[in-house]
Nanobody, 124 residues
């Protein structure tokens, strides 16, 4: 089992930045691929970014490419999402997820464990 706890959400003006963190506990974090997803009211959960368990490869949704950066620190059992140049359409609850394979990609069904989410609100 893996437990995930997100933090770092909040209210920010358009153009601002936030860094989300996801702390993992339980089985070996370094063998989990990790991902970030988001969900707005009335919408399905959408892929944001993912990273392999070694951290050597990352993948982003087109809507965040060039603005968001996913990274991980396996010594701290933590994955991060640096969000820059935020837009009102980035407003959502952000979830981190862990998969039991080297790379889980953009499909939420590939992930086995989920956090409770953290709210990000971007004002215009």
């Amino acid at each position: 089992q893996v437990q995930l706890v997100e933090s770092g959400g909040g209210l920010v003006q358009a153009g601002g930045s936030l860094r989300l963190s996801c702390a993992a506990s339980g089985r070996n974090f370094s063998t989990n691929s990790m991902g970030w997803f988001r969900q707005s009211p009335g919408k399905e959960r959408a892929f944001v970014a993912s990273i392999t368990w070694s951290g050597d490869s990352t993948y982003y949704a087109d809507s965040v490419k060039g603005r968001f950066t996913i990274s991980r620190d396996n010594t701290k059992n933590t994955v991060y999402l640096q969000m820059n140049s935020l837009k009102p359409e980035d407003t959502a609850v952000y979830y981190c997820a862990a998969g039991r394979t080297y790379y889980s990609g953009s499909n939420p069904y590939n992930y086995d464990y989920w956090g409770q989410g953290t709210q990000v609100t971007v004002s215009s």
